[in-house]
């Protein structure tokens, strides 16, 4: 009988972090990775030397937000503008959810497993990070 997996477990976490932390240094930005499970709930999360303190929970609320609305974080930043669908969303969840690039649902055979959420550099540079993680799984 094949079983499915249906969320996350710690070694799946440590390799996608494995995978954001070279991509990370390859771009010489310390980052902070978080990895959630299908619940959303923290499974880990490494802050890489020099990485901003700041960005802890920045990274931890990516993840989050990406499993809660199973979507892209940047993509939730678009509809999240004034006038857009989601406009004001960032306010929900006690202010759990980050409308900032970074954050991304991880899939396996097309079902939601968990999410990961990278911060510390440039939107651009979280988004190639959280890239490279979610390759990782």
């Known amino acids: ?3 499915q997996l249906t969320s996350l477990s710690l070694d799946d976490a440590r390799r996608i972090v494995a995978a954001g932390e070279a991509r990370a240094a390859e771009i ?14 923290l499974v880990l999360h ?6 901003w303190r700041g960005s802890v929970d920045i990274a931890i609320n990516k993840a989050f937000t990406a499993r809660a609305f199973d979507i892209d974080t940047a993509e939730l930043a678009e509809l999240a503008t004034p006038g857009g669908p989601f406009y004001g969303i960032q306010a929900s969840n006690n202010g759990k959810v980050m409308v900032f690039a970074g954050g991304a649902p991880v899939r396996a055979d097309g079902v939601i497993v968990g999410a990961v959420g990278v911060s510390g550099g440039t939107g651009e540079q979280d988004t190639t990070v959280c890239e490279a993680a979610t390759a990782g799984f």
């Not at 490494?46 to 990485?51: P, T």
């Open 46 to 51: 490494v802050r890489m030397d020099g990485a």
């Open 1 to 3: 009988m094949t079983q």
């Open 28 to 41: 010489g930005q310390p980052m902070n990775i978080a990895v959630v499970d299908a619940g959303g709930d």
